[in-house]
């Protein structure tokens, strides 16, 4: 018999749902009361479509109202795991359109925390995986804790950072600080290289499939894609930052494009990011009290016309489209969330899936519901 069930995703969200996943809280799928409509043939899951909007704040409004440096305020909060990569990418677009040149020292430093973040949201989306060994859960969850207190020691904030400035950062970070990064990311590193991922895998290998020709075709981008042999990284082309500057840097690819491959380039990423963030420190410890921003007018006015940007964020690719009518306020920014491709590739890896796969499959799809809403 089909019946057609809503489940939530939020253990949390029992009003409007007729059932909820079985994802524990601190899973990042659970944030933002996202919705699946499901249909259901006994066990097996006919059809998926995401039920989006819930967190829809009209961000791309906001930033009309808002100057240029404002805008950076607002460009943090959609993707929360790694609000620094917003920060970024939208100082990247205004840098871009005015002609500023980032001071080195600041392009080093914007390399180190851009990995740092890569690094804290993926440890988010492994410790929110339903395994069966709960002390590698609670591991995952203290690594991750530790890097993010010590991140806010730096920032002020553990979600919405600000360090970012048109033309490089409010301030560098000090040697003591970075010195803390790297005991931190060798005991992070402890836990990822002992544990035997493949083994606890094993039982989740063909489930919840994501061909390469499904990832182009529903322009996905990120890690997802990349599980699914998708060879594409924003990172490799970056000019206003360091990586083409790192011998650390790699990009990792799996091709089963299942939940198991998905898992395994998360923890591929945290390897690579790790071995970039002990050199990155290297190239940083030199640069602490070298000049990380540009003098700007009082007011900040970009040119007329259009311009567009793109960025890697540990989600996938995050792009911005602005035109400008040479004022103070963008006249349109659009954004284009790497998690909305992602979301709405939910209705692809679940279809054909049994129930008991559904928390696995989508806790093994890393998106933000804040990013895809916007």
Known sequence: MVERNIIGMSPIDTARSDRTSGLALHAPATHGMLRISCQLDGDTIISATPLLGSMHRGAEKLFESRDYRQVIALAN????????????????????????????????????????????????????????????????????????????????????????????????????????????????????????????????EGIGKLTLADAEAQAISGPVARASGYAIDARELATDVKYQELTSFAVAIQTGGDVSSRILQLVDEVTLSLAMISELIEKCADLVSEEVNVLLPKVVRVPEGTYEHSIET??????????????????????????????????????????????????????IAGDADR
């Open 77 to 204: 909060r959609h993707e929360w795991l790694s609000a620094y990569s917003g920060e970024v990418g939208v100082a990247q677009l205004i840098e871009t359109a005015l002609g500023i040149e980032v001071p080195e020292a600041a392009q080093w430093f914007r390399t180190l925390l851009l990995e740092f973040n890569r690094i804290t949201s993926h440890l988010a989306f492994l410790a929110g995986f339903p395994w069966d060994d709960k002390e590698l859960t609670q591991n995952l969850r203290n690594s991750r804790e530790l890097l993010v207190k010590h991140y806010r020691s730096y920032t002020g904030s553990r979600m919405h950072p600000m360090l970012t400035r048109i033309g490089g950062l409010s301030q560098a970070p000090d040697s003591a600080w970075l010195e803390e990064v790297q005991h931190l990311s060798l005991d992070t590193a402890q836990i990822i290289l002992e544990s035997n991922w493949i083994e606890m895998l094993a039982s989740y």
């Open 314 to 367: 540990p989600l996938g690719i995050t792009s911005w489209f602005l035109v400008s009518r040479n004022d103070k306020m963008p006249y349109r920014l659009k954004l284009r969330p790497a998690s909305l491709h992602t979301v709405l590739a939910l209705s692809t890896v679940l279809s054909g899936a049994r129930r008991e796969d559904f928390d696995a499959i989508v806790a093994s799809m890393p998106f």
